[in-house]
């Protein structure tokens, strides 16, 4: 009976990981080419709704500059997770935006619905004021540190701190390449 038990428990874990998203790794390049819109946008609001037994939260921007696809003054963007009374569901990796933040958004998305981070926090770059100089600065929310354990080195990966002008001749050059 014991081993019984501890089948179906084996097997509804198995259900419960077989469920679970795993998101690939996108380079700045896979970023700007797999996206339907590129902007610089500020945060005019965010607000979390129950749907499907799901807090999602839609925020809207205001399009600040739009450097690819077609975009209306204002956007839309809807993802999981959020704050609903005393309620918090937050999925690691989705990115929460707060009232007059601005950022450079990926988008993704279809005709008519909200659009979506691509790559989630991937997508999303955080543009901070430097308050000693007042240059704006860029930071990829996912930027992190790995560790190669081959080379036995530490690497930073993404978008960390950089200047605003650089950030946007990056863009330039990664949204001017040809996709095969």
């Excluded at 080419?33 to 939260?57: K, L, N, P």
């Excluded at 690691?92 to 989630?120: I, Q």
Aim: a positive charge; proline letters at 2%.
């Amino acid at each position: 009976m014991f081993l019984w038990i501890l089948f179906l428990v084996g097997i509804a874990l198995a259900a419960v990981v077989a469920k679970a998203t795993t998101l690939a790794r996108l380079s700045f390049d896979d970023l700007a080419q797999q996206s339907v819109a590129v902007a610089r946008v500020r945060c005019v609001s965010s607000e979390s709704r129950w749907d499907g037994g799901e807090i999602w939260t839609e925020s809207r921007f205001a399009v600040v500059e739009q450097d690819k696809g077609a975009l209306d003054a204002t956007v839309t963007v809807r993802m999981l997770g959020g704050r609903m009374g005393n309620l918090t569901s937050r999925v690691d990796g989705v990115p929460a935006f707060r009232p007059g933040e601005e950022l450079y958004l990926f988008l993704w998305g279809k005709a008519g619905e909200p659009y979506r981070v691509l790559g989630w926090s991937q997508g999303t770059f955080r543009i901070a004021r430097d308050a000693r100089s007042g240059a704006e600065k860029v930071t990829q929310e996912l930027a992190s540190t790995s560790f190669d354990a081959q080379t036995h080195q530490f690497h930073a990966g993404g978008v960390r701190g950089m200047a605003l002008s650089a950030f946007q001749e990056k863009l330039r050059q990664a949204l001017a390449q040809r996709v095969p």
